[in-house]
């Protein structure tokens, strides 16, 4: 299996459940039935803190320089 843009999409995220909220200057999207979601908080949870420890400037120039963070519940 190829895990390419429309793979991800269409094997993974059509059957999440969730919502998306603003806070501060993050925009948070929080998942409530993502498989093996202990594996995904340590991968995407917290990610401009990530970013930033890595050099990498975690605003997003297309979303107005939010930032994009995740939580799985």
Known sequence: DQWD???VSKD???GLE???RVQRDSIVITYYNAP???LMKKHYENMP???S???INPTIPWLYDF???FRFK
Do not use: M, Y
């Open 18 to 20: 969730g919502d998306i």
């Open 36 to 38: 093996n979601p202990d």
């Open 5 to 7: 843009a429309p793979h």
């Open 12 to 14: 993974f995220f059509r």
């Open 53 to 55: 420890s890595e050099g």
């Open 49 to 51: 803190e990530k970013l």
């Open 67 to 69: 930032k994009l963070d």
